[in-house]
């Protein structure tokens, strides 16, 4: 028979028992879902462009990558460096670098062939807002040609390859998809909690890529929840695919590879990532 004061505690230690192996198994289950909801998430590369990047492009037969943004500010000039970026595409190793202009670069594009890439950037002394565009021969690296233009190049609205529908800036983090022959709008996605800033379509028109954040403070913002990610919507129904948030600051530019298989985003937190697009 045994004595009442040790009946008492045999269940006082039973519930400490068990209450100290759910706090292991939190310690262990805790960072491990963890790490693998962040691997699961991860891009396939991470690019350190050595400045902020706000444009990307892929080439037409998705061999190269372009990445073009501000680098260094020269304050005696009042200029930033507007730098341009190839990238082999597969193994994402730097092919070439130049100074392309004198503010930072927002937008980049290929002309069909692949010859030839266009690249824009913001004039911040212009009143009214104006963008020098630049044309590069890709063999050679040279300059073939120089205009401005007050019409932002790859700027909202973005019209779908397939000339269905055309995505409008809808204010705020807000974009609107609207029927391209009519004007009338279809629906609304909420593409960023705070500021959309950029959208693609994928090649074949079904998917659209988003992406945003608040960059009015400028950016990289170390508080989470003033920065953005990446959204890849379905056209035909706005609902959601994927977000993809590893990031540390707002995306300036999201562009799909030719077959729509990859997606990279541009970030004010100076790097460019390169994500797998789920299937559908």
């Not at 670098?97 to 004198?102: A, E």
């Not at 927002?106 to 020098?132: C, I, K, N």
């Not at 988003?210 to 003033?226: Q, V």
Request: hydrophobic share 40%; aromatic share 8%.
């Amino acid at each position: 028979m045994s004595e009442p004061g040790v009946a008492a505690l045999e269940p006082r230690m039973v519930r400490r028992r068990w209450r100290r192996r759910v706090v292991l198994a939190l310690l262990v289950v805790v960072p491990t879902a963890g790490i693998l909801w962040y691997w699961s998430g991860s891009p396939r590369a991470t690019l350190a462009t050595g400045e902020v990047p706000h444009a990307i492009a892929f080439a037409p037969d998705g061999t190269l990558l372009a990445t073009g943004g501000g680098g260094e500010y020269h304050p005696d000039r009042d200029e930033v460096d507007g730098v341009i970026r190839l990238w082999d595409a597969t193994t994402h190793r730097q092919l070439s670098s130049w100074v392309g202009h004198t503010n930072f670069v927002t937008h980049l594009s290929f002309d069909p062939s692949g010859r030839t890439l266009t690249s824009a950037a913001y004039v911040r002394t212009a009143v009214p807002p104006t963008w020098e565009v630049a044309v590069w021969d890709l063999a050679s690296r040279r300059e073939l040609g120089r205009t401005r233009t007050r019409i932002q190049p790859g700027g909202f609205p973005v019209a779908s390859p397939t000339g269905g529908v055309v995505a409008k800036h809808g204010g705020w983090g807000v974009l609107a998809m609207c029927d391209a022959h009519t004007g009338s709008e279809l629906y609304r996605l909420e593409a960023d909690r705070r500021q959309l800033n950029c959208a693609t379509f994928s090649p074949d028109g079904m998917l659209l890529a988003t992406g945003g954040g608040d960059t009015s403070g400028g950016g990289p913002s170390p508080l989470w929840w003033t920065n953005g990610d990446v959204r890849i919507w379905e056209v035909g129904t706005g609902r959601l695919v994927v977000t993809l948030n590893r990031h540390s600051a707002p995306i300036e530019g999201v562009a799909f590879s030719p077959d729509g298989r990859s997606v990279a985003s541009a970030s004010l937190d100076g790097t460019v990532k390169v994500w797998t697009v789920p299937d559908r």
